[in-house]
């Protein structure tokens, strides 16, 4: 004869509710231009078709993103990194069966999160290096010689003046670097 063992209720703490922000939807709509946000009908096409999301699901999944936008939940969007892994390949938008501009919406919610101060770590490091060197991939001396040993010009290790120059105007005009050092909590 067998006995079921039934298993001892534990008590949890409860979770810290998320507070909604039911003009969250409002407010990316018409960041991106228009108020189709709210015709996702969570069919899951942005999902399927998401490279990004076939690799890292339990960090980007844009349909459960998407939802949450709906339920106003804003702070859990935008301080996670979750909006940050998209790559903008467009497969979403090509494929959704209402026509919503995926992309779009993730590029405005990164633009809210670094206005409210959140950036995650990855978009940092690559500003930082594009400040420094004039590309979001730093070359070194070993770049170099490769592309000296197969015929190419070699690039140096940051890009032109000109290039730089225009660069820090970028970065100077839309204050950038400043907004990075707050979100990581510096000045």
């Not at 209720?9 to 990316?28: G, Q, V």
């Not at 004039?134 to 490769?146: C, P």
Request: aromatic share 4%; charged share 30%; proline share 4%.
């Amino acid at each position: 004869m067998s006995r079921k063992t039934t298993k001892k209720a534990t008590t949890k703490r409860p979770r810290k509710p998320a507070r909604a922000k039911p003009r969250f939807l409002d407010e990316l709509a018409s960041k991106i231009g228009g108020s189709k946000l709210n015709l996702c009908i969570q069919c899951g096409s942005c999902v399927g078709s998401c490279p990004e999301a076939s690799v890292v699901p339990q960090i980007f999944y844009p349909r459960l993103i998407l939802q949450w936008a709906q339920l106003g939940l804003r702070d859990k969007v935008l301080s996670g990194d979750a909006i940050w892994i998209c790559s903008f390949c467009h497969k979403c938008d090509e494929r959704c069966p209402q026509g919503l501009k995926l992309t779009e919406l993730w590029l405005a919610m990164r633009n809210l999160a670094v206005e409210d101060g959140h950036v995650a770590k990855a978009p940092a490091t690559l500003v930082k290096t594009l400040c420094e060197t004039g590309r979001t991939v730093a070359a070194d001396e070993f770049t170099d010689e490769q592309r000296s040993d197969v015929g190419l010009s070699r690039i140096g290790l940051t890009a032109s003046k000109k290039a730089m120059d225009e660069i820090k105007k970028i970065v100077d005009k839309t204050r950038l670097v400043e907004k990075i050092k707050r979100a990581e909590g510096g000045a």
